[in-house]
């Protein structure tokens, strides 16, 4: 049986390597469906600070093994997973383009049908002042006729400019390179991305978004990323080391391209100050596989509810911090501090 026949959770980008998406959480596709990658995870191998191999699972160091799943960059250089995989038939899959004048009742139809959305179906959209101009990317697993219904919600928002949408394997669709340049030209030398979590699409944000976007340039997309909502919210935050699981919670995210220095600075000024725009102050929370900024707070912005247990079981496993070029936490305390399972 091919592997995309029973494909493992993971991101939706093919191009990132699969021990950090699981390490840090892990949104894609399926999480609706089968929740976050490191929901999935079984059992990890993991050589400790001090030269030890380590297996984690549900029964042997099962703290490491509750770390591992959302701050794994900080407790060892884990060296095989064993992961649930899941059956998954054809899928639909593919692109809806709209206008970039419809910009915004296709960001307030997007809350509504990711509020309403079956577990079985995820959307990510992106905004372009390009010829792309505003769309739509998604993934129904569930039957063709649910996802024909889906999809007639989608046409009905504005007229679609263009679609690409088909039946097809999920590994057709788990394959293709996440959306970056604008079509038909070379691939850029550089790339920067920014996102910002944000739990609620709320209409004061979908106005930010608006006008950020009214100043974007060629080189940019703005987007909607990972609209929490189905299996990964049914976990506790507290389950595994991974919290951001409420729905209606999303990632806003700022891709930008450059070839020279001074378009880079430029675009970068852009990113930055669209950046602090989007994030209310006092609000930093950051999804750990996303820490594109340094919080204040450092990890606790990453870990909120699971950062001080965390801290203990670091002190545990890596009393010297010897793994910190991370979304670092701190060890702190005791030893049993981290150590209550
Ligand atoms: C284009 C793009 C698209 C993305 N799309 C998604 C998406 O759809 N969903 C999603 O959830 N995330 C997504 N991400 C974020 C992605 O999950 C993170 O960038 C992730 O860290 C990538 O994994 P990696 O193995 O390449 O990690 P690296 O960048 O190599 O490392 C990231 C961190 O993990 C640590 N690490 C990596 N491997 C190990 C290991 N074996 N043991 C211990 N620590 C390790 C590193 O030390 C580092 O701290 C995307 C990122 C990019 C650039």
Same mark, same amino acid.
């Given at each position: 049986? +091919?592997?995309?026949?029973?494909?493992?959770?993971?991101?939706?980008?093919?191009?990132?390597? $699969?021990?950090?998406?699981?390490?840090?959480?892990?949104?894609?596709?399926?999480? +609706?469906?089968?929740?976050?990658?490191?929901?999935?995870?079984?059992?990890?191998?993991?050589? #400790?600070?001090?030269?030890?191999?380590?297996?984690?699972?549900?029964?042997?160091?099962?703290?490491?093994?509750?770390?591992?799943?959302?701050?794994?960059?900080?407790?060892?250089?884990?060296?095989?997973?064993?992961?649930?995989?899941?059956?998954?038939?054809?899928?639909?899959?593919?692109?809806?383009?709209?206008?970039?004048?419809?910009?915004?009742?296709?960001?307030?139809?997007?809350?509504?049908?990711?509020?309403?959305?079956?577990?079985?179906?995820?959307?990510?959209?992106?905004?372009?002042?390009?010829?792309?101009?505003?769309?739509?990317?998604?993934?129904?697993?569930?039957?063709?006729?649910?996802?024909?219904?889906?999809?007639? !919600?989608?046409? $009905?928002?504005?007229?679609?400019?263009?679609?690409?949408?088909?039946?097809?394997?999920?590994? #057709?669709?788990?394959?293709?390179?996440?959306?970056?340049?604008?079509?038909?030209?070379?691939?850029?030398?550089?790339?920067?991305?920014?996102?910002?979590?944000?739990?609620?699409? !709320?209409?004061?944000?979908?106005?930010?978004?608006?006008?950020?976007?009214?100043?974007? !340039?060629?080189?940019?997309?703005?987007?909607?990323?990972?609209?929490?909502? +189905?299996?990964?919210?049914?976990?506790?935050?507290?389950?595994?080391?991974?919290?951001?699981?409420?729905?209606?919670?999303?990632?806003?995210?700022?891709?930008?391209?450059?070839?020279?220095?001074?378009?880079?600075?430029?675009?970068?000024?852009?990113?930055?100050?669209?950046?602090?725009?989007?994030?209310?102050?006092?609000?930093?929370?950051?999804? $750990?596989?996303?820490?594109?900024?340094?919080?204040?707070?450092? $990890?606790?912005?990453?870990?909120?509810?699971?950062?001080?247990?965390?801290?203990?079981?670091?002190?545990?496993?890596?009393?010297?911090?010897?793994?910190?070029?991370?979304?670092?936490?701190?060890?702190?305390?005791?030893?049993?501090?981290?150590?209550?399972?």
């Amino acid at each position: 049986m +091919g592997m995309f026949e029973r494909p493992p959770v993971l991101g939706q980008c093919p191009e990132v390597g $699969a021990s950090g998406v699981i390490l840090g959480g892990g949104l894609g596709w399926l999480s +609706g469906l089968h929740a976050a990658s490191c929901d999935n995870l079984l059992s990890a191998r993991v050589v #400790a600070a001090d030269g030890r191999v380590l297996t984690a699972d549900s029964e042997r160091n099962p703290d490491l093994f509750w770390a591992l799943r959302g701050a794994g960059a900080n407790f060892g250089v884990t060296t095989s997973f064993e992961c649930r995989l899941h059956p998954i038939g054809p899928v639909t899959g593919g692109d809806i383009h709209y206008s970039v004048r419809d910009a915004r009742v296709v960001l307030r139809f997007f809350r509504e049908l990711m509020d309403d959305a079956p577990d079985a179906f995820q959307a990510t959209l992106n905004l372009t002042p390009g010829e792309r101009g505003v769309f739509v990317s998604l993934c129904h697993a569930g039957s063709e006729t649910e996802a024909e219904q889906t999809l007639r !919600s989608l046409r $009905a928002i504005a007229p679609p400019t263009k679609e690409f949408v088909k039946r097809q394997e999920f590994a #057709a669709l788990a394959e293709r390179p996440a959306a970056t340049n604008p079509a038909n030209t070379p691939p850029p030398q550089f790339r920067g991305i920014q996102t910002v979590y944000r739990d609620r699409l !709320s209409d004061d944000l979908i106005d930010v978004i608006v006008d950020r976007f009214g100043q974007a !340039s060629l080189e940019t997309i703005m987007g909607i990323s990972h609209y929490m909502h +189905g299996q990964v919210c049914r976990v506790a935050p507290s389950a595994t080391a991974f919290p951001l699981r409420q729905a209606g919670g999303l990632n806003v995210r700022l891709t930008y391209t450059w070839n020279d220095l001074a378009t880079g600075q430029r675009l970068t000024e852009w990113a930055d100050e669209s950046l602090r725009l989007l994030r209310p102050s006092g609000d930093e929370r950051i999804y $750990a596989n996303f820490q594109t900024y340094e919080a204040r707070s450092g $990890a606790a912005a990453v870990y909120s509810v699971n950062f001080s247990r965390l801290a203990g079981i670091k002190y545990k496993y890596d009393r010297e911090n010897f793994f910190r070029r991370n979304s670092n936490i701190p060890p702190t305390g005791n030893a049993r501090a981290g150590s209550k399972l």
